[in-house]
């Protein structure tokens, strides 16, 4: 059985009877459209690309030029079909079952062939039921057109029970690692949720350093450090917006902080400039009154440009983001994060030069969550040959993490948590 689920594309169609009649008015002109069309080249397929990660697998195809296409979904055995109109089987998409990992959740096998004169269809086979997402992206940056198959499982994974779950492991005697005391500071009275947003990721690599770093890889490399050692902290817990490979946009980074009841919002980036010559760290927070200088708005323009990048169907509107569209405009939260961006660029003035003495400010996506204090971390510049090594080392990258949780402790020393979060107890 099967049924179909969505067609659209660059569709363009001209019915037989309409041909007819336009050529008895005007046969010269409808030769002419006809010996047009007969010449016309056929799409190729670029690129094929695969993203898998536990939240959804994504399956992107680039192409020259505009297509048509359509898709189903069918059942026993479920798979997706996707057929491609106008396109040339080439060797690209003859890789397309080579890009398949055992470890993808989501899909089993993928293949491709022509399926009729002038028309390419790709099968994928699924492991379950999902719930698929198909659009096309226009060009942008170094990609061509995109069509994009995103795949999410039928049953929307929980970020706030994956952490209890997580949490509850953590606490069963014998399990993770022994809580750390430090004398200096107070111990934080309660349990607090830090969301580390490490920046970028899939479609999206982020800045790409001279010597060929890519910013998502630095990013995910300290948020992970991080993470590990936040969570073997007394009284507190961290979840990462992403723990792999994959474009998230920036509205969900913040939609995923607020459905766990984050306490801070940390997203981790490595700036570049278009001088190789620019160094040192950064923390900025959000601005409700413009950037605090032309530096940092180019930087927040820079950002909030990864979604063009990394690919958002702006046909879905998620009910979870619909209150973070907002501007920070509660005071205190945002006082609060410049006391957070402070305490924590007070730290990284340890482990490297500063480009700025005091935290900036500029209107930033990913910080937009109206209600958690949130930073964003500008580790070094990737585009800073002597920066792209040192951040790619991962002794410093692991100095680096320790600095910021330096700097977010010292925040709780200084502005304790007041009331109990409901995710405290877990029973």
Do not use: C
């Not at 990660?53 to 505009?66: G, I, M, S």
């Not at 798979?79 to 060797?91: I, K």
């Not at 500008?378 to 792209?388: D, K, L, M, Q, V």
């Amino acid at each position: 059985m099967s049924r179909r689920v969505e067609s659209h594309g660059d569709e363009f169609s001209v019915s037989r009877r309409a041909v007819l009649k336009f050529a008895a008015a005007s046969l010269t002109l409808a030769v002419s459209r006809v010996g047009a069309a007969a010449t016309a080249s056929p799409a190729s397929i670029l690129g094929v690309r695969v993203w898998p990660a536990q939240d959804y697998t994504r399956v992107t195809l680039e192409h020259d030029q505009p297509m048509r296409f359509t898709h189903l979904l069918v059942k026993d055995p479920e798979r997706l079909v996707v057929d491609l109109e106008g396109v040339e089987f080439n060797t690209v998409l003859q890789s397309l079952p080579g890009k398949i990992a055992e470890t993808d959740p989501y899909i089993k096998l993928i293949r491709a062939g022509r399926n009729k004169p002038g028309v390419v269809r790709i099968v994928i086979e699924l492991k379950g039921e999902i719930k698929p997402q198909v659009f096309t992206l226009k060009p942008v940056g170094e990609y061509g057109h995109r069509l994009v198959l995103d795949l999410y499982p039928a049953q929307e994974i929980d970020p706030l029970m994956a952490l209890l779950e997580k949490s509850e492991i953590k606490d069963e005697p014998g399990k993770g690692k022994p809580a750390q005391q430090d004398p200096g500071k107070p111990v934080v009275t309660r349990m607090v949720t830090i969301v580390l947003d490490p920046g970028h990721g899939g479609e999206d690599p982020g800045a790409i350093g001279r010597g060929g770093s890519r910013e998502k890889d630095v990013t995910l490399s300290i948020a992970r450090r991080l993470k590990e050692k936040i969570d073997a902290q007394p009284n507190m817990r961290s979840a990462l917006t992403r723990d792999g490979d994959f474009f998230i946009p920036l509205q969900s980074r913040v939609g995923k902080a607020r459905r766990v009841q984050a306490d801070l919002f940390v997203s981790v980036h490595a700036d570049a400039f278009i001088k190789p010559t620019a160094r040192g760290s950064s923390v900025f927070v959000l601005s409700e009154n413009g950037a605090s200088s032309s530096a940092a708005r180019w930087l927040a323009n820079k950002e909030n440009s990864a979604d063009l990048i990394g690919g958002v169907n702006i046909g879905v509107k998620d009910p979870h983001l619909a209150r973070t569209l907002l501007d920070l405009s509660q005071t205190a939260t945002l006082n609060d994060s410049l006391k957070l961006g402070k305490a924590v660029l007070g730290e990284l003035g340890g482990i490297n030069s500063l480009h700025k003495g005091h935290v900036e400010q500029a209107g930033f996506a990913v910080l937009k969550a109206p209600d958690i204090p949130s930073i964003l971390v500008e580790t070094a510049f990737i585009s800073n040959p002597e920066e792209e090594r040192r951040l790619t080392d991962e002794d410093y990258q692991d100095r680096m993490a320790e600095a910021i949780l330096r700097g977010i402790k010292g925040y709780f020393a200084r502005n304790p948590p007041l009331a109990k979060s409901r995710l405290a107890r877990l029973d």
